[in-house]
């Protein structure tokens, strides 16, 4: 069963740019995008490649490897080659701690 797991501080997280966390071990990024929290996996479906490394554009982190583009609200796929969109996980605040239900 899911549960909310402590990920990171918020006040840890930068606005414009994805934070990599492990937690169970996965990889997990964290974004914090005007004024919401967003989770999806880090690993890019198309060919494993790590979307840290990616840059985002409001709300579309884009592969590094490939050029996937990811809309971080919904996990769904913007512009291929991925033809699967990547999980995203539920986020919360409490307090200074950012939760993330895995």
């Not at 990171?8 to 994805?18: R, V, W």
């Not at 490939?66 to 609200?73: G, L, R, W």
């Not at 512009?79 to 919360?92: H, I, L, Q, S, T």
């Not at 605040?93 to 895995?102: R, W």
């Amino acid at each position: 069963m899911a549960e909310f797991v402590k990920a990171i501080q918020a006040s840890a997280l930068t606005p414009g740019q994805g934070t990599l966390v492990e937690l169970n071990g996965t990889r997990i990024l964290i974004f914090s995008e005007d004024g919401a929290l967003y989770a999806i996996d880090e690993v890019c479906p198309h060919d494993q490649g790590p979307l840290s490394e990616g840059e985002l554009d409001g709300k579309v982190i884009t592969c590094p490897w490939h050029d996937a583009m990811f809309d971080i609200q919904t996990g769904a796929v913007v512009d291929g080659p991925a033809d699967e969109g990547v999980r995203c996980y539920e986020v919360k605040l409490d307090g200074e701690d950012v939760l993330v239900k895995i």
